[in-house]
């Protein structure tokens, strides 16, 4: 069975510092992963995807994960935080066989001025 | 441009009053999704559509039903609203469940 865990639930950074927010999955098989944000009243918006070519997937807004296999990881990150980035992030996987997108709890990005 | 729209953007329902959500794609998906979210937490899948086949969620309340009449449109009906069935209500599509899923922006149910 397809899962995804987001290890912190809210994540407070400083304007122009660096943004680590953590995901680790758990797959049958060789998984598509996402990362959507979602500023509030707003729908998702997906920031990236690693659907099994290069395992450094750079997504919009500067962000960019690493998909590394032998930790079973996705984490995002950002060197340099914005304002703007404050939003919820979900870490999500695909489960092919029955067409379903399984969240993660998600994680609330706090930037401080 | 819009992919996948949602109407309207905010919903007030008397409970107990049937309300319809609306959901239609300009990107020809196979799949279409229902998803609740209430405030701080993930969305929950209610049900989906592969083209007609329906597929509900073993935790969706029977108060919630579901239409597609053809490829672009999905609607939510819900039957008889509850103070606790106030949520927004996210619409996704995607080709075949295994690239990303699109979302629409999504409609916020109050009940009143």
């Known amino acids: 069975a397809q899962s995804v865990t987001q290890l912190d639930s809210h994540v407070s950074v400083s304007e122009g510092t660096p943004v680590l927010l953590r995901c680790n999955y758990s797959?049958?098989?060789?998984?598509?992963l996402f990362w959507y944000v979602q500023h509030p009243n707003k729908g998702l918006q997906l920031l990236l995807k690693y659907t099994s070519a290069a395992t450094l997937v750079k997504g919009i807004n500067g962000f960019e994960a690493e998909f590394k296999k032998s930790e079973t990881s996705f984490h995002l990150t950002k060197p340099s935080a914005h304002m703007s980035d404050a939003a919820e992030y979900f870490c999500?996987?695909?489960?092919?066989?029955?067409?379903?997108?399984?969240f993660g709890t998600g994680t609330r990005l706090k930037v401080l001025a | 441009d819009a992919m996948v729209i949602q109407n309207p953007r905010y919903q007030v329902t008397q409970f107990g009053k049937p309300v319809t959500l609306s959901c239609s794609q300009t990107l020809n998906h196979n799949v279409m999704y229902w998803y609740q979210q209430k405030s701080s937490q993930a969305p929950k899948l209610l049900f989906h559509y592969y083209d007609k086949d329906f597929n509900n969620e073993a935790d969706t309340p029977d108060n919630f039903q579901s239409r597609r009449p053809n490829t672009s449109f999905c609607f939510l009906d819900i039957r008889s609203p509850g103070l606790g069935d106030a949520a927004m209500y996210l619409c996704?599509?995607?080709?075949?469940?295994?690239?990303?899923?699109?979302f629409g922006q999504g409609t916020r149910l109050t009940v009143v």
């Open positions: 996704a599509t995607s080709r075949t469940g295994t690239g990303e899923a699109f």
């Open positions: 797959s049958s098989y060789s998984p598509s």
């Open positions: 999500v996987v695909s489960d092919p066989g029955t067409y379903k997108y399984i």
